[in-house]
């Protein structure tokens, strides 16, 4: 006898292989700090939908405007129910983050988290900083990205990309400072891929769907 299957289940077998991807483990977002005598605190952070669209200033001559546009559609275009949209503002006092040129200062203190890469050509930090409880993130966050060696490179351009979409992982929520441990991923501590990779986009999704031990504060 010929086995019939109603037209219902093969359709609803084709939807679950749609909707349902098999997801690639994430890798590590968070960042643990010493909270005294009581142990290891955890620090997570993502933007709240009151926050979006993420405020971003980098200067209009800077070569860094290319290179920061590229990341913003990468990670939007990751987070497919917009747990992330970011855009480019012209006043820099109005900016959740802000982005230049330049070497990233020295002398970070307790109450702020720096997140760095060192891509081949060019070098990226992120720094954040934070209240002394540990559960507020004080705006704006800032991005620092600038050439190893000379910025006429060939492949300063490039790595521009590749280290722009680093720094704004970060920014987005990826706060661990061991970053991924795959030279695959973008989030990887020496980056060298430009793109997101599946995994990059895994972390990202589980980021936009925690609740936070982190919230900004300082919008102006």
């Known amino acids: 006898m010929r086995r019939i299957i109603p037209v219902a289940v093969l359709l609803g077998a084709a939807c679950s292989d749609l909707i349902s991807p098999t997801r690639v483990p994430p890798y590590e977002y968070r960042q643990f700090v010493s909270s005294g005598a009581s142990g290891i605190d955890t620090l997570t952070f993502r933007w709240p939908r009151s926050f979006l669209p993420v405020r971003i200033w980098v200067a209009d001559n800077e070569p860094l405007r290319q290179p920061i546009l590229t990341a913003i559609s990468r990670w939007q275009g ?5 747990e992330f949209r970011a ?12 982005v230049r040129n330049v070497p990233a200062p020295g002398g970070i203190g ?5 997140l760095d890469a060192l891509a081949p050509e060019c070098i990226g930090a992120t720094d954040i900083r934070t209240d002394g409880t540990l559960t507020q993130v004080i705006l704006p966050m800032r991005v620092y990205i600038w050439p190893r060696f000379s910025p006429q ?3 300063i351009t490039t790595c521009y990309e590749i280290t722009a979409t ?6 987005l929520g990826i706060i661990s400072p061991n970053h991924s441990p795959d030279p695959g991923d973008v989030m990887f501590s020496n980056p060298v891929f430009n793109g997101l990779s599946d995994r990059d986009i ?3 999704e589980v980021v ?5 031990t982190l919230t900004p504060t300082g919008r102006r």
Request: no cysteine; proline share 5%.
């Open 153 to 155: 490179n060939p492949n």
């Open 78 to 82: 990751a987070l497919l129910f917009g």
């Open 202 to 204: 895994s972390t990202a």
């Open 87 to 98: 855009e480019l503002v012209s006043d820099s006092s109005r900016a959740d983050v802000i």
């Open 166 to 171: 680093h720094e704004l992982g970060h920014v």
């Open 110 to 114: 307790l109450s702020r988290i720096r």
């Open 208 to 212: 936009s769907h925690i609740t936070p």
